[in-house]
């Protein structure tokens, strides 16, 4: 099983819709947690990120649900800016090296 | 504030030729970091630097890979004979000593094609 692990998609939406991706890993004890955004033949950019107790930023709102072990990031009002891969990042836990762990991403695609 | 340099952007080289990475962290970030990204997947960690020591480089390559940051800011990473599957996105990230809220930044990456 892979340390962390996303759907790839693409996930196709028109404009105004709402949007979720889930994203799971494999470790229990894992520290911090992220969202990065990256668009076509650019590097990611951190979006947000993830805290215990849910946390939302304009359209977006990101959750972690540690007993299923798995961080959310739900879009609304989905714009066609929006489009790009979505990756989640994972702190594995008890590491004093602070290396995030990505999945492979998440492609998004919102159509007029 | 200024953010992670790399150089150069594209490099495009035969296989077996060598090739060697740039890259000049944000100021004061003792953390930076090289990842290989493949077309489709996700960032993966080749070596990781705290100032000019090695923390982790357990998937780096070291017959063909290399890597160095001697005076604890600027970084190199080579690859030496490069193969066709070395063809990826190389990717610096840099961030402060032990940061727990905020994930990293990355560079703009180079850009690697082996034919």
């Known amino acids: 099983r892979k340390e962390v692990e996303q759907d790839p998609g693409p996930f196709n939406v028109p404009e105004g819709a709402t949007v979720a991706f889930n994203c799971t890993y494999s470790n229990s004890a894992s520290q911090s947690f992220f969202w990065y955004r990256q668009d076509c033949r650019k590097e990611p950019k951190l979006l947000m990120s993830v805290y215990s107790s849910g946390n939302e930023d304009g359209r977006f709102t990101a959750q972690l649900n540690r007993a299923s072990q798995y961080i959310s990031l739900l879009i609304r009002d989905s714009k066609l800016s929006d489009s790009a891969t979505y990756l989640c990042a994972v702190l594995p836990p008890m590491d004093s090296s602070y290396k995030l762990i990505f999945g492979s991403g998440t492609r998004l695609l919102v159509r007029p | 504030e200024a953010g992670v340099a790399q150089s150069p952007r594209y490099k495009i080289i035969e296989k077996r030729q060598s090739v060697a990475f740039w890259c000049n962290p944000i100021s004061g970030h003792a953390t930076l970091y090289w990842y290989q990204q493949i077309l489709g997947q ?63 930044t990355f560079g703009s990456g180079t850009r690697l094609t082996v034919v």
Request: net charge neutral; glycine share 10%; proline share 5%.
């Open chain 2, 42 to 104: 996700g960032p993966k960690l080749l070596i990781q630097f705290q100032n000019n020591g090695v923390v982790d480089d357990s998937q780096l390559p070291k017959d063909r890979f290399s890597a160095e940051r001697l005076k604890g800011v600027d970084s190199t990473l080579k690859i030496q004979p490069a193969k066709l599957e070395d063809s990826a996105v190389y990717l610096c990230a840099s961030s402060l000593a032990g940061f727990y809220g905020s994930g990293y």
